[in-house]
């Protein structure tokens, strides 16, 4: 990548996707500036930061200037801002796989519309039409709230008619979707980037481990994947990264049932399940979303190894933990919370057996997972 006179982006939201995408921007010379609607960052010190609501008019109209591009690494900002900012400064990813991206039953809508294949879904506005979602769902089905959320968060899972009004009113009265509940035999997602000449770079297929629905785990390449079902994935994220004309990393996370693979959500930017590429793959998903904004070639996006990720949830592994040998600690500068993503492991080996003894092992380390069994399962199933 041409390194002077140093290309100048702009990020909208300011956490650790934004902190790892200005640490792959640094060594090729590229400048963020980061726009936070809070006054705490763990960005600080990797570029401007501008801090305003996201909602602020003035800002959106003035926060391109100057830059080569603007990107964002938060879902929830307003598509109107968006919408703003790209009236005035280069954007990517456009603006439209946002909005789909915000709202649970215009993605479901849009994957049906390219013929991908979804779990079944009823729009839910109030009780009535929850009980009709219901009878043509049957039991159990998972209600959603249509916007605004993440890790799990705005879901309740419904098993009787008797338990449809309270799971209602836990969900807060906001339109929402209901889906039939999905039973997978795993979960895998999908990252690749599209530029502006609509060249497509895939990584390997990641096999994601999800306890109480946030990601604890990542394996890539996700094993087990046949030569069918990788042309299908693949084939799937051609056909929504054309319709998106989209610029950009994306993930797109899928239920495998039966061979096959339902579309369950996108993510219109880097991605938790992408974390992995940092250590194993030649060029990260940090780089690679850089490079697709930026215009420039896109560099090798090949796995090295076996790698595993390990998320750290609400916890910081014990001040002794050393990392070891192809084992990489990444931190976020963030103070520990029940819940919160404070930083995340990668670990790299040869072959899946080694991968498993080392992931294994570092679940034994005070601190790194309160998941730890359902890591281990995960591990004896998969990597054996
Ligand atoms: N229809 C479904 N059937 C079974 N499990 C589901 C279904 N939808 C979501 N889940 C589980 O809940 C997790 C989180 O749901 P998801 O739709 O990805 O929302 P988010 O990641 O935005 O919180 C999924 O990774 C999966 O483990
Ligand atoms: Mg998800």
Redesign the pocket.
Known sequence: MVAAPGFKVGILGAGQLGRMLAQAGRPLGVNCKFWSDREESCCAGLGEIVASRYEDELLARRFGSGLDVVTFEFENIPAETLRTLSEHARTAPPPLALEVSQD?LKEKELFRSLGMQT?PFVAVSDLPSAHAAANALGFPL?L?TRRL???????ALVNSSSEIETAMATLGGVDLIA??????SR?ISMLAARNGTGKIAFYDPVL?L?AG?ILRCSIAPAPQISAEQLSALRENTVRLLNALNYIGVIAI?F?EVGGGYLA??FAPRVHNSGHWTIDGAKTSQFETHLRAILGQPFAPTTTLGRNAMLNLIGALPAPDFSAGQSVYLHLYGKTPRPGRKVGHINIRAPQYSDLSMKVQELCTVPGVSDASAEIESFCARYLA
Do not use: C, L, W
């Open positions: 649970r779990a998972i959603k959320g993440y890790d799990g968060k705005g879901q889906e039939g509940f999905v039973r997978f979960e994601n999800h629905g996370e239920f369950n959500e």
